[in-house]
């Protein structure tokens, strides 16, 4: 079963003492529950309350059934240095501005012309594009509009 993905500013975020779960919700009315289970719980609150003081918008996975959050990462303003001129596999390359790692981009995505467009609009402009990107793989989640 496919993961809810929904990007957005965080409205609210609340666990009552006691309660085995919280409730996390985003400016576009989005709901999703935090597992107290989760071993990231207390992470998860301290990282929503600075986002939502701050207005940064985050990514979330979450369990279509169930609403219950998987993954947050943050969507940070990033500037493109290069794009691949081809694909290597179903792996678009992308370097971005100051960052050591290699990024990528897949061409598998639903957005991948899209996105892979939005990049390279970014490299030669040199605007910021927001981003989401899986910190241990290097893959692009997202990249959003500039």
Request: aromatic share 6%; proline share 8%; with cysteine.
């Amino acid at each position: 079963m496919e993961e809810k993905v929904i990007i957005g500013k965080v409205a609210g975020c609340e666990a009552p003492p006691g309660s085995s779960e919280g409730t996390l919700r985003l400016a576009d009315g989005s709901r999703f529950t935090l597992l107290r289970s989760d071993k990231r719980f207390d992470f998860w609150l301290g990282l929503l309350k600075d986002k939502q003081d701050s207005g940064t918008p985050i990514y979330v996975q979450a369990d279509p059934a169930t609403g219950a959050v998987r993954r947050i990462l943050v969507v940070l303003p990033k500037r493109i240095e290069s794009v691949g001129n081809a694909p290597e596999g179903d792996r678009l390359s992308v370097a971005i501005l100051r960052e050591p790692s290699m990024y990528f981009l897949r061409t598998t995505r639903a957005d991948y012309a899209e996105w892979r467009d939005r990049l390279k609009d970014a490299q030669q402009t040199h605007a910021p594009l927001p981003l989401v990107v899986e910190p241990d793989s290097k893959e692009i989640l997202h990249v959003g509009k500039p």
